[in-house]
Structures are given as structure tokens and as C-alpha cells.
């Protein structure tokens, strides 16, 4: 793999560059350049290796990216349009830079902590957790935001406290700087038997061909639960590239929804360990492409200890000329007995030209688990398309409803009504024919 | 309201309709009962638009129009009604909402504005009394986990609340119980009208007890070989179909 111009210039001496990466604190200095070695040595991941075999990096590595954003000009009105939900705690982030301005976090509940990475308060928060959860020695893309990253958001749940209100991370690309590549860092920290909801929300404004390598970190103690979804709506020649991993203790819950609706090559990796006994996790989602988009889900669950249980279902609609990957591992380690693991993957195509990969994966050490897993590849139901014509359906809209129908099965496992219901409604609008 | 003129079908190559003559007027019912492979469910699928059919002779005349020349849902918009022998489950979208969908699409095509949803909500409540089923029933998805008597009563709900001019039953008593049986036959029985066509399409005579049609007729390999009135089902009750091929 060629090394990426614009970004590689920074394995330059970045020392000139930590203004715009936030404060300058010797730790996260050492940690950069511990970073940078790591990617000089492995550079971008190739097709050769086999996590990236169907997803070829090869158009972006010849891209010129920029990490200087000129200043862009997001109203607040403008953030209430995008914001998924109306009622929520939020942060904006802008062309890669947290907004004081736009995000609303006054009166946050009693402990609860909101802060932005690039801050020194979130930082030191953040620093015990920083690359606990990730594996630098793959993917170069996290070697490359930990020495890039330079915003991000910081959360922390007490103890016994449930959050009030969904915390939606809302990241903007403008498309007013060309070419802008953003490296974002958030980390979660849920302590014991604490409760939230967070949406990752990423939405393009322009056509541009922006990159997006974010990583996202949880830690989940004993009794917490975190929902933690995404909803990825990138412009249509962005590259999003996103890294998703947590650490769960005894009893919490992570339920991940990850919504794949945008960019021209989307690539997601999430992985999480079930380090405590009876830790549950679902792993949800849906990628939803057309003309050539590409996405690329790779998903991992590591049971490592008893009595820990793992439920995913991934769903991909397909049409003209995109193509999807799944990749799905579920590894159930040797003195993991009593898992209980589901998986599948299940696709509609609609279109000749659209390719689907996929390939669940489980690997088994132990010996006394209950595990299935399953992928499908199938069309639009004659039989069920003939009966919603019968009962006067045009055909474009009878295709919709079946699509919709199809695609919205994802959202079952929300229990928030209204994340589901303005969730649904982003997927309606996104349908080949336009809604429904 | 529907005439039938020497229609020749076939499937794959394979001729299934032989030449059918059937005429309907408007407030009659008909019933066509033949032996299995007669070429029954052939017939209301080609009158309902089902695709995988070739026409080769023939012609189907509903309302003054080459019935055959329209799509599936263009039928449905004016009026025809397929009430299905196997309802096909839709997990994901349910009842109410294709209830109203169907609905709405049939008044488009009547020039007529969408029912707002209290008004829909009243003219669906009023209707699911008459196929005795609950309430529950609308926000499931479409027939999904419904047992076979209960996919059979959300077909004639669908025919109340659409309200066609002809209707077609394929098999509508197949897989239903005495019970379900008697409720369905009500449904439709109330649905009788002087506008009202229906064709009933079985094996059975049993059915024709409950909904007691004003033609029978007779259809073997692909043609209609035998017409009557209701006295004809009891006839083939007691003797079969056997006789049907040997008389012809």
C-alpha cells in the first residue's frame, strides 16, 4: 500500500503541528510518537491482509487531504435540523473541532461529565482510558488517530446514575476545506451500575470527498449499560473510517446500533471483550448503499469468561452498483462455557450490480455453549409483492414498503420509541425510490 | 360487470386454460368448483394480474375494459379483489398500515382525498366487528404468526374495508375449521350486494352451504364443462368429480 500523501507529511516532525492537536502534555506527546513509529512501520492496511481483502484503499491513498479546517459557519438552527432527536444533551463538532457554541450542555445531571477531548479537563479524564481499548497493532488507522486525533468528546456516568436524556455527538463535516481529514477520539467511562444513551451522528453537508477516522472507547463496569449507536451520513465522496470498542465488566450491557447510510467507502470495526461474567451485548446494524458505494463491517465479540452472552443481527439492502462487506467474528475463549452467542447477517438485493461479501465467523474453545450464526442473501419476495399489488400498491411502492419492511426489522432491539421512530424515519427517506 | 370470452392461458409453455366463457353480472355469485389441477387457482390469478401467466387467446371484459391490458394494481384500484388461498405473511409492515395504504390507493384512483386517521381508525373499527377480530390484530404485521383462520378473516377484512365491485375467492375455506368457516361465510355474506360480484373458487361443496351462490359451474382441465345452479354442488358432493370427464 502506497503511503497516504497529506497524511503521512505529518510523520514530519509534528512538534510544529501540537497547537492543532490541543494541549501539549508530555504523556500524549509520547503516546503520538509511540503512534507514529507504529504507522511508519505498518502504513495503511492492504487487500492482501485478510480483513481488508474486499476493501481497497487504493483511491484514497491518492487523495491530498488537508488538517486544516478554515472556518466554517454552522448555526444553531442548522444543528437542530440535523440533530436526530430534539431533547437531548449535545455535542457539535465541527470540520474535526468541538463547538462550545453549538453543542448544549448546560445543566448537565448530577454526575454526569461531558467534556471535549481537545479540552484539558477531558483530556486528563480521558488519559487513564486513551488506546486501552484498541489494538494499535492492526488497522493502521488507529496508530494514525492516536497520533492525529485532535477532538473528540469525553464522557463520564457516575456510579447509580441513569442519564436523563439521550447525548447525541453530533460531527459535521461542512465541505468548506477540501479534501479535510478529521481524526476524532471519544471515550466513554460508565461506571458501576450507571446507565446513558449515546448517538454518534456524522453528517456531510456538501459532496466533499472528506475523511473521517474516528475511534470510539467505552468501558463498561459492572451493572452499567451504555446504548451506544451510530448513524453515518457522510456526503457522498467522503471516507469514513471508524474503529468502535469497548470493555465490558460483570453484568453491564453495551448495545450498539451502528446505521450505514453514507460516504462513498465506509469501514466500521467494532469489537468489544465480555470480561465479566453474565455481560451482555448487542451488536446491531444496518448499512443501506446504492450507485457505488462501498461499506465494510467488521464486527468482533470476545467471550472470555462464563455465563456471557452475545445477540447480533446485521441487515444490508443493496442497489445499482455498491457493495457491502460483513465480516463477523464471535470468539468464544476456552474457559467461556455457558455463552450464549447469535449472529446473522441477512441482505436484500435490489439491483444485478451490487456485490454482498459475507462472512460469519465463530470461533469455538470452549465446550459447553450455545451458538448459531447465519447469513442470507436474497431478493424482494415475489409472492409478497404480488399481494401488496393486489391490493392496489403501485409496483415502486410496493418494492418500498417491502424494503422498508425489510430494513427497520434492525431497530427492534431500541427501547427508546423515539430513537426508533426518528431512526426509522432517517431509513424511510434513504429507500431506492425515495420513501415510502 | 365481468365477462370471460375464450380465455386460453398457459404457464411455462404449458396450457392451463382451455377456453373459458364465463359471464357475471353485477349482485351475483358464482361458484367454480373442478378437481385439483382443473385450472381454478390459474383462473384467479389471471384475473387478479399475477405475473409468470401468457395469455394466448382470448379476453376479459370487467367495467367495459380489456381487463387483461391492466396491472396488478390497476385491477385492484378499480375494484377487483383477490381474496388470497395462502395470505402471505409481512413481517415489518403491519396490518393497519397496509389496511390503509390499499385503502387510500383505491381512493386515489376515485379522485378522492386520503382518510385522515381518525376517520380511517372509525371505518376499521367498525369493520373488524363484522370478521370478529380484535383490535390487536391491526398493529401486527400483515398475517404474521396469524393462524390459517385468522389469515382468512384479515382477507375479508381487507375485502370490507376496499369494498371491490367483483371479488374473487380462492379457496377461502381451505385450512379453516367449522368455527372459522361460519365466520368468514358471515363476513362475506354481509358483503352481498346488488353491485357486488363474487367469484368463489373451490373444491368443496361445503363452503356453498354457508355462502349459497346463484351459479355453479364445473371446470375441468381447463374449461368450464358444466353449469348449474346450487342443486349442481350437491351433485358433485355425492358423486365426485369422476363422473365429470366420462359425461364429457
Redesign the interface.
Known amino acids: 500500500m502506497p503511503s497516504m500523501k497529506g497524511l503521512t507529511e505529518l510523520a514530519t516532525p509534528f512538534a510544529t503541528m501540537t497547537s492543532d492537536l490541543g494541549p501539549d502534555v508530555p504523556w500524549l506527546n509520547s503516546l503520538r510518537l509511540k503512534a507514529l513509529a507504529r504507522f511508519n512501520s505498518q502504513g495503511l492496511p492492504s487487500k492482501k491482509e485478510e480483513d481488508w481483502k474486499y476493501t481497497s484503499l487504493w483511491a484514497m491513498s491518492q487523495q491530498e487531504f488537508t488538517h486544516q479546517a478554515s472556518a466554517s459557519a454552522v448555526t444553531t438552527e442548522q444543528c437542530d435540523e440535523l440533530a436526530l432527536l430534539t431533547d437531548n444533551y449535545r455535542v457539535v463538532i465541527v470540520d474535526g473541532r468541538f463547538s462550545a457554541e453549538l453543542s448544549q450542555l448546560d445543566n448537565l445531571q448530577a454526575g454526569l461529565s461531558i467534556n471535549a477531548l481537545s479540552d484539558e479537563q477531558g483530556l486528563a479524564i480521558a488519559q487513564p482510558h486513551l488506546g486501552q481499548q484498541i489494538d494499535m497493532t492492526k488497522a493502521g488507522f488507529n496508530a494514525l488517530n492516536t497520533l492525529l486525533m485532535s477532538d473528540g468528546v469525553v464522557i463520564t456516568v457516575d456510579s447509580d446514575v441513569k442519564v436523563d436524556k439521550p447525548i447525541e455527538l453530533l460531527v459535521i463535516n461542512t465541505g468548506e476545506t477540501a479534501s479535510l481529514a478529521t481524526h476524532l477520539r471519544n471515550v466513554i467511562v460508565m461506571a458501576d451500575n450507571s446507565q446513558a444513551t449515546v448517538i454518534e451522528h456524522y453528517v456531510g453537508l456538501s459532496d466533499a470527498a472528506s475523511l473521517t477516522n474516528v475511534v470510539s472507547e467505552a468501558v463498561l463496569s459492572s451493572h452499567a449499560e451504555l446504548n451506544q449507536y451510530k448513524l453515518q451520513q457522510e456526503s457522498a465522496n467522503a471516507t469514513h473510517i471508524a474503529t468502535l470498542s469497548a470493555k465490558q465488566g460483570s453484568k453491564s450491557q453495551w448495545a450498539t446500533n451502528n446505521i450505514s447510510l453514507g460516504a462513498k467507502l465506509a469501514r466500521n470495526d467494532i469489537h468489544t471483550q465480555l470480561l465479566g461474567e453474565q455481560s451482555h451485548v448487542i451488536m446491531d446494524g444496518l448499512y443501506l448503499v446504492n450507485d457505488e458505494q462501498h461499506v465494510d463491517n467488521h464486527t468482533r465479540i470476545d467471550h472470555t469468561v462464563p455465563n456471557t452472552t452475545s445477540e447480533e443481527l446485521y441487515k444490508g439492502v443493496l442497489d445499482d452498483n455498491s457493495h457491502a462487506v460483513f465480516n463477523g467474528k464471535v470468539i468464544v475463549h476456552k474457559d467461556a462455557q455457558k455463552t450464549d452467542a447469535n449472529q446473522q447477517n441477512q441482505n436484500l438485493l435490489i439491483s444485478r450490480g451490487c456485490e454482498i461479501d459475507t462472512k460469519p465467523e465463530m470461533e469455538i474453545y470452549a465446550d459447553d455453549v450455545k451458538c448459531a450464526h447465519g447469513s442470507t442473501v436474497g431478493q424482494i419476495n415475489e409472492d409478497q409483492l404480488f399481494f401488496l399489488r393486489a391490493r392496489g400498491l403501485d409496483e415502486v411502492s410496493a418494492r418500498s414498503l417491502l424494503t422498508y419492511a425489510f430494513a427497520v426489522d434492525v431497530l427492534n432491539r431500541i427501547p427508546s420509541e423515539e430513537i426508533r421512530q426518528a431512526l426509522s424515519t432517517v431509513i424511510e427517506t434513504r429507500l431506492p425510490q425515495g420513501g415510502i | 360487470m365481468l365477462e370471460i370470452k375464450n380465455l386460453h392461458a398457459s404457464v411455462d409453455g404449458k396450457e392451463i386454460l382451455r377456453g373459458i366463457n364465463l359471464t357475471v353480472n353485477a349482485g351475483e355469485v358464482h361458484a367454480i368448483m373442478g378437481p385439483n389441477g382443473a385450472g381454478k387457482s390459474t383462473l384467479s390469478n389471471v384475473l ?4 409468470g401467466y401468457e395469455i394466448t387467446q382470448g379476453e376479459v371484459i370487467y367495467k367495459d375494459e380489456n381487463l387483461l391490458d391492466l ?3 390497476e ?3 378499480r375494484g377487483v ?2 381474496a ?1 388461498q395462502y ?2 405473511e ?4 403491519s396490518n393497519i ?2 389496511l390503509k ?2 385503502l387510500n ?2 381512493r386515489k ?1 376515485q379522485g378522492l382525498d386520503d382518510l385522515d386517521a381518525i376517520d380511517f381508525l372509525t371505518l376499521v373499527r367498525s369493520k373488524l366487528d363484522l370478521v370478529k377480530m380484535d383490535e390487536e390484530f391491526l398493529h401486527r ?1 400483515v398475517n404474521e404468526g396469524f393462524s390459517g383462520g385468522e389469515k382468512k378473516r384479515n382477507e375479508i377484512l ?1 375485502m370490507a374495508l ?1 369494498e371491490p365491485s367483483l371479488a374473487i375467492l380462492d379457496e377461502t375455506d381451505s385450512g379453516l375449521d367449522i368455527d372459522a368457516l361460519k365466520t368468514v361465510s358471515e363476513g362475506v355474506n354481509a358483503l352481498r350486494s346488488d353491485d357486488r360480484s363474487i367469484v368463489m373458487i373451490t373444491h368443496y361443496q361445503r363452503l356453498l352451504d354457508y355462502i349459497v351462490p346463484d351459479f355453479v359451474h364445473v371446470l375441468s382441465d381447463g374449461q368450464i364443462v358444466k353449469s348449474g345452479d346450487k342443486e349442481l354442488a350437491k351433485e358433485l358432493e355425492k358423486t365426485g368429480y369422476s363422473w365429470i370427464n366420462d359425461d364429457a
Not at chain 2, 387478479?48 to 405475473?51: L, P, Q, T, V
Not at chain 2, 409481512?90 to 409492515?93: L, N, Q, T
Open positions: 387478479a394480474g399475477r405475473d396491472e396488478a394494481e385491477r385492484a384500484q379483489f383477490l388470497f395470505p402471505v409481512i413481517p415489518g409492515v398500515y397496509l395504504a390499499a390507493a383505491v384512483h404485521g381487507q376496499l
